[in-house]
């Protein structure tokens, strides 16, 4: 990796014009200015993302349009189109602090093994507390999801797992996408401190709020990955 390396900033919008503007402004207050922003419409629909949208493209802000597929297939059309070597994930609603550029990007040149880098979390909105995920290996990935979406990410790390995955388009496409990377066996790095603010709306909070859909995403995980979750069950058995 170069030693001042292009980031490309995905950010996947679905009639999300309210809070868009604000995501985009903060971008700005980053210490670390080699990046490009990239906003994927995924066909939204409502008239105020839409004039957002081309408010965006008049300040030669890169908007790609394409047809609803949800977030999974929006953040992949993103990349596809991107021009660095770095991927940052970020949702229309939410925000970095602005040293999460620079502290990622040292901590990525200086240890190869790192795969994505993210950190502490802000909830707020309606639901105000703070979340520590732990990162780390393909084990601190067997139950639960260590690293929210909105994280740095190697490009090389995104391709050799070919992003997304398209098929996941109601939540824990992330946590599947980290499976993925750690089954590389690329490590996910957690700084520990508050960098990323997560904004909670109704919408959010109730994404995955019930037991039957829970367990309709975490069944397509676990037969996707049937044999690894075997394997991986049977070393923690045989190690304690």
């Not at 970020?90 to 901590?107: N, Q, R, T």
């Not at 260590?146 to 496409?173: F, I, L, S, T």
């Not at 709306?201 to 676990?222: G, Q």
């Amino acid at each position: 990796m170069t030693s001042n390396p292009f980031i490309s900033v995905i950010i996947p919008c679905y009639n999300d014009g309210l809070y868009l503007p604000e995501t985009v402004k903060r971008l700005s207050l980053q210490s670390y200015k080699h990046f490009e922003i990239l906003v994927v419409n995924d066909g939204s629909t409502d008239t105020h993302t839409l004039k957002v949208l081309k408010e965006l493209e008049a300040k030669n802000i890169r908007v790609l349009h394409k047809e609803n597929g949800r977030m999974s297939s929006a953040r992949n059309h993103g990349v596809k189109h991107a021009k660095g070597s770095l991927i940052a994930a970020l949702d229309a609603d939410d925000y970095f602090a602005p040293s999460f550029f620079e502290k990622a990007v040292e901590i990525l040149a200086q240890k190869k093994e790192i795969g994505v880098v993210t950190s502490y979390i802000k909830l707020f909105g309606e639901v105000n507390k703070t979340a520590k995920p732990r990162g780390g290996n393909e084990f601190n990935f067997l139950f639960s999801n260590q690293c929210p979406a909105c994280a740095m990410v190697r490009k090389d790390c995104w391709d050799e797992v070919n992003g997304y995955d398209e098929a996941m388009k109601n939540g824990y496409e992330d946590w599947e996408f980290y499976i993925r990377i750690t089954q590389k066996k690329w490590l996910i790095h957690v700084i520990p401190e508050i960098l990323l603010y997560y904004r909670q709306t109704k919408k959010s909070v109730h994404k995955n709020d019930t037991l039957p859909h829970r367990h309709e995403l975490v069944s397509y995980i676990v037969e996707k990955h049937k044999n690894w979750y075997i394997e991986k069950l049977k070393e923690l058995i045989t190690t304690d």
